[in-house]
């Protein structure tokens, strides 16, 4: 069983286009994330949710809009994509903050904006 | 502001050397610290982490990582490379402030290994 899966693997869209990517995690975590992962490896939070309520919110453009609908989802939607919106994006999940902020992350999805 | 430098992009060992990846932290109070690997077109998988006690921490696939308050440093050392080794490596800091829940990840440090 995948800890913290995400679909899709592969996005592969044109400019304009809302696109949403879906992450669950079975590990009984409170907390989820969202980090982008640029062409050089970067990587950057984007939003934090912890028991459905938003937490962290780095700035990030509100075309961007995280939704929780559970705390063992964490699913990002996209509006109005980009094509410096091309990027992996991850989704990781941890028990809580401090030392319970172990993050587990999901395998990735490799947006491509054409 | 919480931050991270790894100094090497690029690292190139033969299989068999011993490796050492260097981590720079920057944080404002008690910092907790991680090492990451991450293998291609993978995500992210935890090696170690640092919170308080022993300063050298093991961690799995035979690594480890050193805790220097003076230097604020966090540098991570294997051994004997194997070339399954070869992947990126980032390593992060976090801790309490702002509850606790933001990483902050270095840029990384991408390993090769010649056989």
């Known amino acids: 069983d995948t800890a913290v899966s995400q679909t899709p693997k592969y996005l592969v869209t044109q400019m304009g286009n809302d696109k949403s990517i879906k992450c669950e995690q079975n590990?009984?975590?409170?907390?989820m994330y969202w980090y982008k992962q640029d062409s050089k490896k970067f990587l950057k939070i984007m939003f934090s949710?912890?028991?459905?309520?938003?937490?962290i919110n780095e700035t990030v453009p509100n075309r961007f809009s995280p939704k929780s609908p559970d705390k063992a989802h964490l699913n990002l939607h996209i509006n109005s994509l980009e094509l410096g919106d091309s990027a992996v994006y991850f989704c990781?999940?941890?028990?809580?903050?401090?030392?319970?902020?172990?993050?587990?992350f999901g395998a990735g999805t490799r947006l491509s904006v054409l | 502001a919480q931050s991270v430098t790894q100094p090497d992009i690029h690292i190139t060992v033969s299989e068999g050397a011993s490796l050492e990846l260097r981590c720079n932290y920057s944080y404002g109070a008690t910092p907790y610290l991680f090492w990451y690997v991450q293998s291609p077109g993978q995500g992210l998988q935890l090696l170690l982490k640092y919170f308080s006690g022993d300063t050298l921490v093991q961690g799995i696939k035979g690594f480890e990582a050193e805790f220097k308050r003076s230097q604020s440093s966090f540098n991570l050392r294997k051994p004997s490379v194997h070339w399954s080794d070869a992947a990126e490596y980032f390593c992060?800091?976090?801790?309490?402030?702002?509850?606790?829940?933001?990483?902050?990840f270095g840029t990384g440090t991408q390993l090769k290994v010649e056989l």
């Open positions: 990781a999940s941890s028990q809580g903050g401090g030392t319970k902020n172990i993050q587990y």
């Open positions: 590990l009984g975590h409170d907390t």
């Open positions: 949710y912890n028991n459905k309520e938003l937490i």
């Open positions: 992060a800091v976090g801790g309490l402030t702002g509850g606790g829940n933001k990483l902050t």
